[in-house]
């Protein structure tokens, strides 16, 4: 509906205005016909009694047939203007005498007709008998124009668009006034409520402006405010009580966090002494006493430099991981095509003499820490170079993709995978799905990785079967 | 004691890697004036010729310190507070040994006025090859302090 916009303040004034046109307009025409016919029941009773008396002062000059004397009385009709023709018939019906004196006689009936007035579109016309005692000597005709009732008609029609001008000008100044006590409270109501939904202050209250219905729907929504305001009140008081738990609790945990970290580093820190020591003793023996002791001897003492050589690794792996815990990443900008070819090179030196092909498709942009971010290549590479080293021919394939918001890097090899069913130890620290004498390693390298990745926002996962080559994917933000 | 010269004084409390430390300046031809304390008490009593060294002459200043961090008694730190701010210690070249990089004690260090430090490798080879080579630059290489 075409009203919907209107504002309550319009509708009401057009509701008032739109009442009181239909009454007023009621109102006159009700008046205006009771006028109508009022009048012309006066103009036909005004007709007749002029007939009457006409025809009671013709009956002597009907009577002698002096046609001077008819048209002497029927001149006295000159005090009534309205009546516009007169005329007499006699007893046969004929034409006897007629008023005004240059009337066109064509324009009167040529003979009487029937008793009784009628009205017709322009003129009050009819005939009325002459009688003397029981005789009727004659028939008057009288015609009457309606130019008084038209003249009424039209000073009704101004009368009436004066009363309903007027009425619409004063209902409008009365309605503008009076209409305020109604929409004023529901405007100033939705004032309030528009105002809360905007600042989202539940603590102002409208103010009740009358008694009425308007008046209990201001209480209800002040009500309504005050539960609001309640609500919300208990809503932030339980955020912030949870917001202090969780402070306290991360609090705890970032001590616990640290203690741990501490705890890790300082047992790797100490344990590097004597893991130094057997290895030094052990190489210090072979040194001064290698001449001296046999095959066996030497045997043995090479298992304790072995071992505590691997003691070293082990405790140096552990120290790099726990450090990642510490450190704070400073992300730049990181050309990984760039990254990736270096760390080959320097990675592929070592493993000149296998054949070894290596397909590098283009890596995007990565936004990430250097240093790190190096060390992940290292050791998914040295991953893909070490389990490839019993093949007769190994491929190497790096690729990237981007997928939505973050890049997807990905390493296949086609060396001898894992079994899929250790997947969940793939990435625990110290964890090896191979043994020492298939692979070395420390079971350190994709622990370190996943910790990088998971600092950086990234994920790492992985795909294999034993014997056809391992695939590893991971994924960094695009910034 | 009284007359003995002293090139390179090592303090560290681990026989083990002070033995270790000492063969491999053994190796390079540099340990005939090494003298090992085994804490940082001892060490600030030969220096300052105190205490059980309170015979010796305390003209005769090491040319170089490798001091241990990790210390009983008085530790590596404390030991070069007190080196650093006296007269007759401050300019001796001070190198510090530790088991790892990651100490947090080595950025307090380089504050303090350190040299050099040496993170102590696992591996044999490389520490003789770090020891060999701090004691041949410092003996040799490095500018002494003591003429200016």
């Not at chain 1, 008023?99 to 009784?116: M, S, V």
């Not at chain 1, 529901?186 to 603590?203: F, G, M, N, P, V």
């Not at chain 1, 996962?461 to 994917?473: L, Q, R």
């Not at chain 2, 390079?28 to 008490?41: F, P, Q, R």
């Amino acid at each position: 509906m075409a009203n919907k916009n209107i504002s309550i303040r319009n509708k009401l004034m057009r509701i008032i205005m739109l009442v009181c046109g239909i009454v007023v307009l009621i109102t006159c025409a009700v008046f205006f016909l009771y006028d109508f016919y009022s009048f012309r029941e006066s103009t036909l009773q005004n007709i007749s009694t002029y007939g009457q008396i006409i025809s009671n002062n013709s009956t002597a000059a009907i009577a002698f047939e002096s046609k001077e004397d008819a048209k002497e009385i029927l001149s006295a009709l000159k005090a009534e203007p309205h009546i516009v023709a007169a005329s007499i018939y006699d007893a046969n019906g004929q034409l006897f005498c007629a008023y005004p004196a240059d009337y066109d006689i064509n324009q009167l009936p040529k003979t009487a007709g029937a008793i009784g007035y009628h009205f017709t579109r322009t003129a009050l016309e009819g005939f009325q008998p002459i009688v003397q005692g029981s005789k009727q000597l004659g028939i008057l005709y009288l015609k009457s124009d309606l130019n008084a009732l038209y003249g009424r008609f039209k000073l009704y029609t101004i009368i009436v668009v004066l009363i309903l001008g007027l009425s619409f000008v004063i209902t409008f100044l009365l309605s503008k006034f009076l209409q305020r006590g109604i929409s004023a409270p529901i405007l100033a109501l939705a004032e309030t409520a528009k105002a809360i939904s905007e600042q989202k202050d539940y603590s102002v209250r409208a103010i009740k402006l009358s008694d009425d219905e308007v008046g209990s729907l201001t209480d209800a929504f002040n009500q309504m405010l005050t539960e609001i305001h309640e609500q919300t009140e208990m809503l932030n008081e339980f955020n912030q009580t949870l917001e202090q738990r969780v402070k306290n609790r991360t609090t705890e945990l970032e001590v616990a966090n640290k203690e741990l970290e501490s705890f890790s580093y300082s047992v790797s820190h100490d344990l590097r002494a004597p893991a130094r020591a057997i290895h030094s003793y052990a190489n210090v023996f072979l040194e001064d006493y290698g001449d001296k002791i046999d095959e066996e001897g030497k045997r043995l003492i090479n298992i304790v430099l072995k071992n505590g050589q691997k003691m070293g690794f082990l405790i140096d792996d552990l120290l790099s991981f726990s450090r990642l815990g510490r450190i704070e990443l400073t992300k730049t900008k990181l050309s990984m095509y760039d990254i990736v070819s270096g760390v080959w090179n320097e990675l592929y030196k070592t493993e000149e003499n296998r054949n070894v092909t290596l397909v590098l498709k283009e890596l995007p942009d990565a936004y990430a820490e250097k240093t790190t971010m190096q060390q992940v290549w290292v050791n998914l590479i040295s991953n893909a170079l070490k389990y490839t080293k019993n093949n007769p021919e190994t491929v190497i394939e790096i690729s990237a993709e981007e997928k939505n918001t973050e890049i997807i890097y990905c390493i296949k090899d086609n060396g001898s995978g894992f079994d899929m069913r250790y997947y969940n130890k793939l990435f625990g620290v110290f964890q090896r799905l191979h043994s020492q004498e298939e692979f070395e390693g420390t079971g350190v390298g994709l622990a370190i990785v996943q910790r990088v990745l998971e600092k950086h926002g990234g994920k790492i996962w992985a795909d294999s079967k034993v014997n056809e080559g391992a695939t590893f994917y991971f994924s960094l933000p695009i910034n | 004691m009284e007359n003995i010269e002293v090139e390179v004084l090592l303090v560290e409390d681990n026989p083990s890697d002070a033995e270790l430390t000492i063969r491999a300046l053994k190796k390079s031809n540099l340990a005939n004036k090494v003298y090992h304390v085994k804490d940082g008490d001892e060490a600030l009593d030969f220096l300052f010729a105190q205490g059980d060294y309170s015979n010796r002459k305390v003209e005769n200043m090491p040319k170089v310190i490798l001091l241990d961090l990790k210390m009983p008694k008085i530790n590596g730190i404390e030991v070069l507070r007190v080196l650093k701010v006296d007269a007759r210690t401050k300019k001796i070249p001070i190198i510090i040994l530790t088991s790892s990089k990651e100490d947090p004690d080595i950025q307090q260090c380089y504050r303090l006025g350190v040299n050099s430090y040496v993170v102590k490798p696992v591996h044999f080879e490389s520490f003789l090859k770090t020891v060999a080579d701090l004691g041949l630059y410092w003996l040799l290489i490095n500018q002494e302090s003591k003429n200016d």
